[in-house]
């Protein structure tokens, strides 16, 4: 059994685009893979076009390992999201195959089942623009629906040291929100590396004595030695990971940056195998994982069968509850929370998963579909161009925020526009923004 050929489908989904792959065998077996990145969607679908030229076509779906090393390594400028996003695009569907081939879940490809059942944290529940009374209510009706944990933003579009005043409001929704859940909800916050070194750290003795369990991304991702720095008041955890792009890098992390729980992201790392490296490493040091995922079904489907075969594991991001309504529809037997866990799926490959190319279709690829999550950075604006768009449904505010899951709707293509050849994967108007293409056939 060889790679025959590879799909790439680019799926608008309001705050970003969806990346998926579908890899096709000579036998006819295929397997569905994803590559989300944050708002760079054609870069890395053009990744996935010269990865599958250069390395996998012709390639048995089985040697994963041999295969993700030859797209690592081989590149010069090796990894970064981009270039592993594309890897894990490939990876996820060649373990999906090998599963569907032989007759078993991903899970007993990666060492066995030790959890079939994983408890989720909610994410993507809380809109920023939200005032104290409304978190509350919506933290609520979150803890009711049996999730153990719930994470947010209150600080939304802030700088590195905004004024007190907006700390203040911050700190009161996080008030009201441990308030309305009580104290058995565990109660995340997440600061998206907005930070510098001395309000994160005063942050941090507000956040612990407000009885939040963890603080994620306190101080911008890159340096490990500030991340350092930050205040570790007691009771409060640190959580970073999610832009660590590269084992190789987690030593010094561990070290130099000091958190108390590791979040690798699957995709943008390179994939379930290493991923399940990186979350080795961390149990080195005796520290668990709590895989990043705020991207597509499958890649739920693939990380939950990871989750599954992993021992050092805490509460998983979900997002699935608060997505786009179409999400359930965009795969069959797409998992989703129920009383705020997932039971890991014992079907083939990632869970018995198949794309409906229909619900794929209907949702073509939006150019600017991007959030700013950072509207003030550092002297700059950086939301003020996007602000400024005719289309006024991409932005609220001064945040420039889109809320996870809403639908927005592009202008029709110009009659009989002509197509520009690269990206091959989508029919793009030379000099508009207007992608109506989804999905190429074969790569």
Not at 18 to 40: F, P
Not at 348 to 357: M, V
Not at 373 to 388: D, F, H, Q
């Amino acid at each position: 059994m060889k790679v025959a050929r590879v799909e790439v489908f680019l799926v608008g989904h309001g705050w970003n685009n969806l990346v998926l792959t579908r890899v096709h065998t000579d036998t006819g077996l295929s397997g569905l893979g994803e590559g989300t990145m944050q708002w760079q969607a054609r870069t890395v679908a053009s990744a996935i076009d010269h990865m599958t030229n250069r390395y996998v076509l012709g390639a048995s779906p089985f040697e994963v390992e041999r295969l993700v090393q030859a797209m690592y390594r081989n590149e010069y400028a090796r990894g970064g999201p981009v270039l592993n996003s594309a890897i894990a695009a490939i990876e996820f569907a060649l373990w999906d195959i090998c599963g569907k081939a032989l007759g078993q879940p991903a899970f007993n490809l990666l060492g066995g089942r030790v959890h079939s059942e994983i408890p989720a944290y909610a994410n993507g529940w809380y809109d920023p623009e939200a005032g104290v009374v409304a978190a509350a209510a919506a933290a609520r009706e979150v803890a009711a629906a049996g999730y153990g944990g719930l994470k947010f933003d209150p600080f939304w579009g802030l700088g590195r040291d905004p004024d007190p005043a907006e700390l203040r409001r911050g700190m009161d929704q996080v008030a009201a929100v441990r308030a309305a859940v009580g104290p058995d909800v565990q109660v995340f916050v997440d600061g998206h590396g907005r930070f510098s070194v001395g309000t994160a750290s005063r942050l941090a003795h507000q956040l612990a004595e407000a009885e939040v369990d963890w603080f994620e991304e306190p101080v911008d991702p890159e340096n490990y030695i500030a991340l350092g720095q930050v205040a570790r008041p007691r009771g409060l955890q640190i959580a970073v990971g999610e832009r660590c792009y590269s084992r190789y890098l987690i030593p010094q992390l561990l070290a130099e940056g000091r958190p108390n729980i590791v979040q690798p992201d699957p995709i943008q790392v390179g994939g379930l195998l290493e991923a399940k490296k990186i979350s080795v490493l961390a149990d080195t040091a005796y520290l668990p994982v709590s895989f990043h995922c705020p991207f597509g079904p499958i890649a739920t489907a693939a990380i939950l069968q990871l989750y599954a075969a992993t021992t050092n594991v805490v509460r998983q991001e979900s997002f699935s509850e608060f997505d786009a309504a179409w999400r359930r529809e965009l795969i069959t037997n797409c998992p989703m929370p129920v009383g705020g866990s997932y039971l890991v799926s014992a079907l083939p490959g990632l869970g018995g998963i198949e794309l409906n190319e229909t619900v794929a279709r209907d949702h073509p690829y939006e150019d600017r579909a991007v959030q700013s999550m950072w509207a003030v950075n550092g002297s700059l604006r950086a939301s003020e161009e996007m602000s400024s768009s005719p289309d006024d449904s991409l932005t609220s505010g001064g945040s420039g925020k889109q809320a996870p899951g809403a639908e927005r709707t592009e202008p029709a293509a110009p009659s009989g526009a002509e197509t520009n050849s690269v990206p091959q994967f989508a029919n793009l108007k030379v000099g508009e923004t207007d992608l109506r293409g989804t999905f190429r056939e074969k790569i």
